[in-house]
């Protein structure tokens, strides 16, 4: 009775911990090992699962469901596994290419695949039909990692200039607050010469 008890208590204190956060966030056994040993936890992360309180989006990896009115569960959210995968790496890591862009509002191409530049560890992981592809890069191309600005960096690298037009920079221009443009401006020097124009006209 009182290992039954006990294994209720960490299931609830689990869930507690995952209301007390934004609902896409996603969690491993590791976000929850101040409430037990890791045995006790990937036992009640089983439980919790098969009670469809959590789902297993991948191995090791959690979130919470939440309902759609139309799809009945909304998607797990890509970005969110990300974090929750390079967290403790303590490597840097920017996302990329098309998904940069479309993150910024600057497209609405949904690619297959998630490009994630990094000077941690290759990987690829399959989230339903979609890839992770995490690709080593040298420090030239983590300008900005983590912040708005290393976001707008890679967009306007996959982007190019032809694809730089007025109404594109005009569109940055307004939706990026102060300290991101102020940001751009200290790494534009380090950038190649054909994006340094494009960056000054954005943060003008």
């Known amino acids: 009775m009182l290992i039954h008890k006990t294994a209720q208590s960490i299931d609830v204190k689990i869930l507690k911990s995952v209301r007390a956060t934004k609902s896409a966030s996603a969690f491993s056994a590791k976000d929850f090992s101040h409430l037990g040993n890791s ?29 759609h009115p139309l799809l009945g569960q909304t998607a797990p959210d890509p970005m969110e596994l990300v974090r929750g995968v390079m967290k403790d790496s303590g490597a840097q890591w920017q996302v990329s290419g098309a998904y940069a862009a479309n993150l910024l509002h600057l497209s609405e191409q949904v690619p297959a695949k998630i490009l994630i530049l990094t000077d941690g560890l290759p990987r690829k992981i399959l989230l339903g039909k979609l890839t992770l592809d995490f690709r080593r890069a040298a420090p030239r191309h983590l300008l900005g990692a983590g912040k708005p600005a290393g976001l707008v960096i890679q967009a306007i690298r996959h982007i190019r200039a032809a694809g730089m037009t007025p109404t594109v920079i005009a569109r940055l221009r307004r939706q990026l607050d102060p300290a991101t443009k102020a940001d751009l401006v200290d790494y534009a020097p380090k950038l190649a010469a054909w994006m340094q124009p494009i960056v000054q006209q954005i943060v003008t």
């Not at 990937?42 to 469809?52: D, F, H, I, P, S």
């Open 39 to 67: 045995a006790a936890i990937r036992k009640a992360l089983e439980r919790v699962t098969r009670r469809g309180d959590l789902r297993r989006i991948r191995r090791g990896f959690y979130d919470r469901p939440r309902p």
